[in-house]
């Protein structure tokens, strides 16, 4: 089971910048086929089904305590598509005055016409997020493999993303996410080492680009939130800690376990999008209904 947390794992920062088309690239990294619903799914899939998991709980306790975090950077790239959609449509419910016109020109048409100016299951093209993303062998060794290489491609697409976008917003929830990554990375790289003796980081790029060349991702690591794997779970997954140790492959200090999630920030309050019909109903009677429904609670 889950325990949600009405929070971001990281602290958006507020702006007042509408800009669709970069809305549209920041989909790569929601939708695409290295993008955070991949690494969710892959690792949430290979915990379901892991065999034997009493026999190699530290690693188990690894990729189902990732694959919650996960579920948390979904939730962060949608809020930030939904930032970066904020206000793209004038406050006009009157369709004869053509309220969208102005969107004409976004990458992602989808945006405004299938839903309420939100985030979708798709990619910076709008193909739909696909299943067949997942790999999940059973074979423990290579599902961690794929998973570095899952890591490492997502952590090429979110480079390309923020060297293409200048959204303050986008800049920010990509540079978390850079960081975020990159501990994943090393913590399925730690976790083979374990395993096999094969230190993956020498084949593959870890990275090439230092996540000190993203001005976003450097303020994070200055604050040391590379070392850190946070523990979603209460009383769970405590084992991780047998693979989590160590220095880190940087060399500036030891990684660390921390029981608990990330301080986080709050989930935005968007605006209605009367041109969209987003929520639907006039906000003053949904604001009346919803009321009703509290004080009858």
Request: no cysteine; proline share 7%.
């Amino acid at each position: 089971m889950f325990l949600r947390i009405d929070k971001l794992q990281f602290a958006l920062p507020a702006s007042n910048q509408t800009d669709p088309n970069s809305a549209a690239a920041v989909q790569e990294l929601l939708g695409g086929r290295f993008g955070e619903m991949s690494t969710l799914m892959n690792y949430m899939y290979q915990s379901f089904n892991m065999r034997g998991r009493d026999k190699v709980k530290p690693y188990y306790d690894l990729i189902a305590n990732i694959a919650t975090e996960e579920l948390g950077h979904i939730e962060l790239v949608a809020a930030t598509i939904n930032s970066l959609l904020n206000g793209a449509s004038p406050p006009s419910a009157d369709p004869a005055s053509a309220p969208l016109s102005g969107a004409l020109g976004a990458r992602n048409l989808h945006h405004f016409l299938n839903t309420g100016q939100g985030a979708m299951a798709v990619n910076s093209m709008n193909a739909p997020w696909q299943g067949d993303y997942i790999f999940n062998t059973g074979d423990l060794v290579v599902d961690l493999l794929h998973n570095f290489f899952l890591e490492t491609g997502a952590r090429m697409g979110k480079a390309r993303v923020y060297e293409m976008v200048s959204h303050p917003t986008a800049r920010a929830a990509v540079g978390y996410l850079l960081v975020r990554g990159g501990v994943h990375q090393v913590a399925y790289a730690k976790a083979l080492e374990e395993l096999t003796g094969a230190n993956v980081t020498k084949m593959l790029p870890m990275p090439n680009i230092d996540n000190a060349r993203f001005p976003d991702a450097k303020k994070l690591e200055d604050q040391g939130i590379h070392h850190k794997l946070y523990r979603f779970s209460p009383n769970d997954y405590k084992d991780l800690a047998a693979v989590w140790r160590g220095p880190h492959p940087n060399g500036d200090g030891d990684v660390e376990v921390v029981n608990g999630p990330p301080e986080g920030g709050p989930l935005a309050t968007l605006p209605e999008q009367p041109a969209v019909a987003s929520p639907g109903y006039d906000p003053g009677e949904l604001a009346e209904i919803a009321r009703r429904l509290m004080s009858a609670a």
